[in-house]
């Protein structure tokens, strides 16, 4: 049985003046201006056809991952849905989902309703996915409710407790360090290099989400054209049992850990505590973040992170390009057709953790 369409059901309304589609290559031009005048001027995905095509360009199909709303008489572009499959970084995945990305109409345009038709379109296009958004204005956490399993990011973190001065982090007190009572296993948190990644085999790769793979990790951050990551794995006296993947995040002369995306058995994380405390110590990091949704607060307590939630006035910072010095809360939402409500989401998900 084919699914209700909203986008079938409101076309007849906008079909004598727009044409719907997934944007051909030759449009991206078209596209990078939209965002440079109806987005955010100077916005990365507006100034840098290399970062476009390494996040939208689907060289299989020849077309950007973005849906556009064209006005049939001056063939202008008025509304854009970008999107990311996870099978962007990798084809051969079995399960891919769709990230939402930029959403927008231009606003001197604002046809009622055309907006929610590039979204409904995507949902159209790609309805045997799931769709996650991350990072959602309050316009799309208004639209996404009905449907969608709606809330904010949890955001983690440890402090440094060798240092008494912080730039990055503000209302700092001793007590709010780090989670005191994590279990402290000694677990072995070593470099991982992409030559160590690619060798990897054993259990260990059986903790990868089906909508993600070995290949996707390697393209998405040990390949990024512009951030430098960095992996970790945790390792017991028998095997790997996690990898983190995790980059600076700078400010002055300043920088954090920022922990983007993970995979791991079961509590991999309990017992890290010592080796978190050995990776500030040899960056001289202030602080340890990790910014992500469904991650058992028991394992994370137990790796000595705190919940920013429960720390009523600290400042963990969550923008940096550019700076901004205070708490902002990451919304986001599972499509409730696809995907389990406990699904996990990172930071690096979507298009959350790209230059700006």
């Known amino acids: 049985m084919e699914p209700f369409s909203y986008y079938k059901k409101h076309l007849p309304y906008f079909e004598d003046k727009y044409t719907f589609s997934i944007c051909p290559y030759d449009r991206a031009g078209d596209v990078m201006y939209f965002i440079d005048k109806y987005w955010k001027e ?55 989902i769709l990230w939402g990305n930029i959403w927008k109409n231009a606003f001197e345009h604002s046809e009622p309703g055309l907006g929610m038709m590039v979204c409904w379109m995507a949902y159209d296009l790609f309805f045997d996915m799931g769709h996650v958004g991350l990072g959602l204005s309050q316009t799309a956490v208004k639209f996404s409710t009905s449907n969608n399993t709606v809330g904010i990011a949890d955001q983690y973190f440890m402090l ?26 000694k677990r072995q948190l070593l470099e991982c290099t992409l030559d160590d990644f690619e060798l990897m085999g054993g259990d260990i790769l059986l903790s990868i989400p089906p909508h993600k793979s070995k290949k996707y990790y390697i393209n998405r951050f040990f390949k990024h054209p512009i951030y430098q990551y960095s992996a970790f794995i945790i390792k017991n006296a028998q095997a790997v ?26 509590n991999a994380l309990a017992g890290c505590l010592s080796g978190f405390f ?11 973040d990790f910014i992500c949704v469904n991650m058992p607060q028991y394992e994370m307590e137990s790796a000595g992170f705190i919940n920013r939630k ?26 409730n057709y696809h995907i389990p409500t406990d699904k996990r989401i990172f930071k690096a998900d979507s298009d959350q953790d790209r230059p700006s």
């Open 241 to 266: 049992i996690g990898i983190a993947f995790w980059r600076f995040c700078y400010h002055e002369s300043a920088r954090c850990i920022r922990i983007v995306d993970y995979f791991g058995e079961e």
């Open 310 to 335: 429960l720390v009523s006035d600290i400042i963990i910072p969550n923008y940096f390009e550019p700076f901004v010095p205070k708490n902002i809360d990451i919304y986001y939402s599972i499509d």
């Open 42 to 96: 100077g916005h990365i995905l507006a100034r840098s056809f290399d970062f476009m095509k390494w996040q939208h360009y689907d060289k299989i199909k020849d077309r950007l991952n973005f849906i556009i709303a064209e006005h049939k008489q001056t063939k202008d572009i008025h509304a854009i849905y970008g999107f990311t499959l996870s099978s962007h970084f990798d084809p051969h995945i079995a399960e891919p």
């Open 278 to 288: 050995e990776l500030l110590e040899k960056h001289d990091a202030e602080y340890i």
């Open 160 to 185: 440094n407790p060798s240092k008494t001065h912080f730039t990055i982090a503000k209302n700092t007190r001793q007590a709010d360090l780090y989670v005191k009572t994590g279990a402290n296993f």
